[in-house]
């Protein structure tokens, strides 16, 4: 009876060492499945916060970046403004005075075959004039009909150079005017020959020489008609020629001289976009 008592409390004890070794066995398998511990989880967060920042980082740089590229166009589009202005400015100065002009040769164009047809009619009078006439009377006519050839002369060069300068040969326009005034120094169309070569230096972006030819203008013929625009031409050659100092000066006295030109417009109005690109 002991015997037997004694044998089945033994089993119990290996039944109950069987089940806590089964426990202990399953535990670390039912841990794994479990969810994750606090420490995990703040680590996951803290990751997934700094994917975040640097995303953010990342679109922010790519903003200023488009900022920049904004403001480089933003620069560009504002030199082409000024660009076309300058452009604007040139080809409103040339036809405000080509309309003047072409007034003021169509007048000597006609005034010059009246002075021939006069000087014709002259010959012809002496002739049916009696034989004792003086000799004098018959050659008195020779010296208009010799002035009114040479003006005529001097108005087609000029009008040849100044339809290559319309043509936009600016090439062939220069060397016109420069013959021009060498063989016309004194004709009435010579301060304007040195205005038209002037431009014709500027077109081509030789800026010294157009300097030196719209000086001579403004020294030679103060009071030509053209002395407003040369010197309006001569304040933007020195801008061109970065002499901004004296530019500037030179556009304020187009606008003091010549307060009611076209060309006093044009000096204020370049002068207002010079005082804004210093800002």
Known sequence: MVF???HRFMANLSMAGAL???LLFVAPVHAQNSPMSLSDRVARLEQQQQNQDQNKVGQLNQLQQLQSMIQQQ???IEELQHQVQQLQDQNKAQYTDLDSRVGRLEKQ?????????TAAQAPAASASAPNNAAPAATSTPAAPAESAAQKSAALNAYNAAFKSLRAGD????????REFIQKYPNDALT???FYWLGESYYATTNYQVAVEAFKHLLSQYPQSDKAAD???KLG?????????????DTLKSVVSKYPNSNAAKLAQERLRRLSQSTR
């Open 4 to 6: 037997r008592l004694a």
């Open 20 to 22: 806590a070794s089964a």
């Open 74 to 76: 933003q620069g560009q």
């Open 109 to 117: 164009g006609s005034a010059a075959p009246a002075s021939s047809a």
């Open 170 to 177: 600016y090439v062939s326009s220069s060397r016109g005017f």
């Open 191 to 193: 301060p304007n020959a």
């Open 230 to 232: 040369a010197t309006l």
């Open 236 to 248: 933007y050659s020195q801008l061109e020629m970065k002499q901004t100092d004296a530019g500037i």
